[in-house]
């Protein structure tokens, strides 16, 4: 059989076991193979304010009149906060029942925010920014302003216009499909990269902190996630969780970037026939502020550094902690290793230095092989999850894949 006609997972999956094999045995390759990896994200992340703007907007100058979508987008954000505040109390029993202690040893660079106000005036200002500089710096709360605020204008435009606005978000769309395509390819050079660089070996010394976060990780997306898609919909919510995690994780588990899979999920969206006019809001603001996997790692580094210095954490602080982790994490960006520079926030809540507070996100970015995977796997699948969820209300309906 021709590996080319396999389905895009499996030909992932063979590009992960040919990265690993060829990193691990040929690591003078890890560079010309990483610039693979490096292209694909670029693409991704070149074409996505791009298709988020014109989707958005072309969904917004084009829906009816009905405003039941507009009901079902708030709805979708709602389960997103839910979603964030509930990854951080998984975080917060995990950590007490499996504490940990780091060593902190080497400072880390950086510029981290020093107040919960720092990064809501930051979510703010992207919200105005210039929509030419949103397009250029991938700001996508800037792209999504603007599309909504052009779509309500452009609903008072001709018919005409409209058919051509939605013509140039086709267009768009189809070259996000020719670069998935790509995905194989691009996840090989990033897998041979990463195992040729890094290895298991820096890991072993913070693997129990590592397991730590992708167990709070899993518990969310195998546990907690189901759950609340159950309440929400009254049914078996398993399969499209499962699918979710298949062709949503596994792309965002080595991109390592919400922003750059946002075409993936806008892609399996439609594929699980979720209507557009929800998906194209829900999908681009959720990269942005549903940031499940985020809280995990705020509040778990933070609770191993008060334990490591003897700090006694109440239940009041523990609970103000999820809130705190949970504001920090709507403010991470939808890049590599984006919540680790948040951190000392919440280790301000108890009293943390921020040089002490920077040497856990050095040990952080130890870890962030496999943290920041897991995390972005976690955040971008729930994306998808929690829309097909909100699409789902009602009677029942059979997913356009199935």
């Known amino acids: 059989m021709n590996p080319l006609k396999w389905g895009l997972v499996p030909q992932i999956l063979i590009g992960v076991l040919l990265g690993a094999v060829c990193g691990a045995l040929l690591p003078g390759l890890a560079q010309p193979l990483g610039l693979l990896g490096r292209l694909f994200v670029g693409m991704l992340k070149a074409v996505a304010p791009l298709l988020v703007m014109l989707l958005v907007m072309s969904a917004i100058a084009n829906k009816h009149e009905s405003g039941a979508d507009g009901r079902k987008s708030l709805l979708t954000l709602m389960l997103y906060l839910v979603g964030t505040v509930s990854a951080a109390v998984v975080a917060v029993v995990m950590s007490q029942l499996f504490p940990q202690e780091i060593a902190l040893t080497d400072v880390a660079e950086g510029s981290p925010p020093v107040a919960v106000t720092a990064v809501l005036s930051d979510v703010l200002f992207k919200l105005i920014d210039n929509p030419v500089n949103a397009l250029l710096s991938g700001n996508f709360l800037g792209c999504l302003t603007w599309a909504i605020l052009l779509g309500l204008s452009f609903r008072k435009a001709s018919a005409v216009f409209k058919d051509n606005l939605q013509t140039l978000a086709d267009g768009v769309s189809d070259i996000v499909r020719y670069v998935i395509r790509l995905a194989p390819l691009g996840i090989f050079g990033l897998v041979c990269f990463t195992v040729a660089t ?20 899993l518990v969310v997306a195998l546990l907690v996630n189901p759950l609340i898609v159950f309440l929400v919909i009254r049914r078996n919510p398993y399969p499209v969780v499962f699918q979710c995690l298949e062709e949503s994780g596994i792309t965002a588990f080595f991109t390592r970037s919400s922003a750059a899979n946002i075409p993936v999920n806008l892609n399996l969206a439609k594929k699980l026939g979720i209507s557009e006019e929800l998906y194209s809001v829900t999908i681009p ?5 549903n940031m499940a996997g985020a809280a995990i790692t705020i ?34 960006s939808g890049v590599p290793s984006g919540s680790l520079l948040l951190v000392p926030l919440a280790c301000s809540l108890f009293g943390i230095s921020v040089d002490i507070a920077m040497q856990v996100v050095a040990v952080g970015f130890v870890i962030s092989v496999i943290q920041d995977s897991a995390e972005t796997a976690l955040n971008s699948s729930t994306d998808v999850v929690y829309t097909y969820a909100v699409d789902r209300i009602g009677p029942e309906r059979t997913p356009a894949g199935d």
């Open 198 to 217: 890094t290895g298991l070996e820096a890991l072993a010394g913070y693997a129990s902190l590592a397991a730590l976060l992708v167990g709070c990780m």
């Open 285 to 289: 603001v959720g990269a942005t502020v």
């Open 299 to 332: 509040t778990v580094l933070t609770l191993a550094a008060a334990n490591t210095l003897g700090i006694e954490v109440s239940t009041t602080t523990a609970l103000l902690l999820c809130v705190i982790a949970a504001l920090s994490a709507c403010g991470a």
